[in-house]
Structures are given as C-alpha cells and as structure tokens.
C-alpha cells in the first residue's frame, strides 16, 4: 500500500492531481504510519478496508484496455497470473492488444504491462510470461473495476481448456512447461468454486503433472475433481468415471496397485452400465484394470479381459 502510494505521489504532480485523491493517500498514510506504531500488524489489518485510498487514484488513471486487463488478472491465482491468456481475453474486447506491432513501431501489450508493473499493480517473476498480483488488490478490483465477472471469467475457462488440450501432448517440449503451473493453480481455484468446467481443467492439467512424475500435485488435483463430481452428478454418473480412471492411473505410477484397483473396477462398472458393454470405452477400462493384473502377476486374471478388450476394439 505505501510503495503504491509513493508511485502515485511520484509520477503525478500534486498540483495538477485530483485534490480528493490527494488527501485520501496523504491521509491513509498518516493513519497507517500510527497503525504501525500502536497496533502493529493487527492494527494494519483494521485497516484493509481503507487501503483503497492508497489504490483508488491509481486505478482512476488507468484506461479501458489497462483496466480490462486488470480485471481479467484478479480472477487469475494471484503469483500465476498468466499473460497470454490475459491478452487473449482483453484482445477481443480491445484488438490493439491482440495484434503485434509492426517493426519499429510501439507495442500497446508490451507498454500496457510495462506501465503496470512500473506502478507496482503487477510483479514480476521468474517466468516472463507469468506475472503475481497481490491478493489485496484483487478484492479490491472487484469493487474498484465492476466489469462482467462472470463474462470475463468463462472465457478463461474456455481459453484454460484449449491450452490443456494442448499440454496433454505438448507437455513433451520443455518451452511449453511454463503453462503447467498457472493451469493447475486455476484449476485449483475453479475447484474451490465449484465451477461446472473445474474437473475437466483437472483431469487435463493432472497428465502432464503425472508424467513428469509430479504425482502428489496430480493425486491432489483428481481427488478433489472426483470428489466434486460425486457431489454434483452422484458417484454412479459417467462423468465420475473419468477421475476415477485418472486417479487410478496416478496410483499405479507410485506403485500403489491396492489402492488403485477398485478405482479401475468401479469406473469399469459405471461405463458398463451407462454405455453398454462393447463401448469402446469400455475396452479401454478393460486394457486398464488387466494392466494392473498384469503387473501384480496376476496373469490368469488379465488374460480374459485383455481378450475382452481385444474383442470389442475389433467391432468397433
């Protein structure tokens, strides 16, 4: 709040700034200079309420595109705010975002996030394409930037998707890694509210996590996806039937076969009965469940239902 305000009262001239805003930092520094004085850290967390004063002149200078973009940022995790997607959304509504500059010429993205990194309103990190936003200045912004949430919102989502499509397979190229994080701190908050896209986000994220064997990341991730699920279409649903099968898959990859083959059984059972049995879906619960057979040397068990599987690819 203090290193927002000195930005402020440093690039504007007090006499040519609003005088209300002008008063509102004076007077919320004043009062947090004796907040810290007297009642330490809990007296500066009395005081959250009015740190707008401190952010209210900043944002009343931002313009639409710089505004927008901030507000697309707040429904971000706030340390992986990343900056592609946030263009992609702002360049629909604001297409001098969305286009590169010609050679020689300035780029209004690339001056829009220098401007609000130099007004402290985003970080930077060690990954140049993702910036953090403190958690403060996102409930602020909800107040501050009223936009269409909701709006803003869905079309992360969809945007989220598409690139989750994209990492299931171009997670194997090490320039493309950079999106795992962000994608599973979004999915993450999607969980958190419940959002109906939350498990699909979770499930995608959760491959290449399991592949690069961050396994603890992805167990999490499914547990909670299986868990929303269970709770929004019931535990018999087709839809459950996709976690289960991903959380078992994660459970096999750390050697963890008890816990992994009711999993297999029960997503087995559930496509079995909502499907029919020769889905080709069906033969891929097959394959799975005779994989872990397999491995625990229960080789009598895997041989009919590899055959099974077998059967139903050669009809479908």
């Not at 001239?13 to 947090?32: C, F, I, S, T």
């Not at 020689?104 to 001056?111: A, N």
């Not at 929303?228 to 976690?243: L, N, R």
Request: proline content about 6%.
């Amino acid at each position: 709040a203090v290193e927002t305000a000195a930005v402020y009262l440093g690039q504007c001239d007090p006499r040519a700034a609003e005088p209300q805003y002008a008063a509102d930092v004076r007077n919320y520094l004043n009062k947090l200079h004796e907040d810290l004085k007297t009642g330490g850290s809990e007296g500066v967390m009395s005081q959250l309420r009015e740190i707008t004063a401190t952010l209210r002149p900043t944002l009343a200078r931002l313009d639409a595109p710089a505004r927008t973009v901030l507000q697309i940022a707040s429904l971000l995790p706030s340390d992986s705010v990343a900056l592609p997607w946030v263009r992609a959304i702002a360049g629909q509504s604001h297409p001098e975002l969305a286009a590169d500059a010609a050679t020689g010429e300035s780029d209004p993205w690339t001056q829009l996030i220098r401007g609000l990194i130099g007004m402290r309103l985003f970080q930077p990190t060690a990954e140049p394409r993702v910036v953090a936003i403190h958690r403060i200045l996102q409930r602020v912004l909800e107040s501050e930037l009223p936009e269409d949430r909701d709006a803003l919102l869905s079309g992360l989502t969809v945007h989220a998707e598409t690139r989750c499509d994209f990492l299931v397979q171009g997670w194997l190229h090490s320039s493309n890694r950079w999106e795992i994080e962000p994608l599973r701190s979004f999915a993450e908050e999607l969980l958190t509210l419940n959002h109906h896209r939350a498990s699909y986000v979770a499930v995608c994220v959760s491959v290449p996590l399991r592949e690069l064997a961050r396994y603890a990341e992805a167990e999490l991730l499914l547990r909670r996806a299986l868990a929303m699920d269970e709770t929004s279409f019931g535990p018999d649903h087709p839809d459950v039937a996709v976690p289960l099968n991903n959380l078992a898959v994660v459970l096999m990859s750390m050697n963890r076969t008890a816990e992994a083959e009711p999993l297999y059984r029960r997503a087995l059972r559930i496509v079995e009965e909502h499907l029919g049995p020769k889905h080709p879906e069906v033969a891929t619960r097959l394959n799975n469940l005779a994989e872990l057979f397999r491995t625990t040397n229960r080789l009598a068990e895997a041989e009919p239902l590899y055959r099974r599987a077998l059967a139903i690819d050669e009809q479908n």
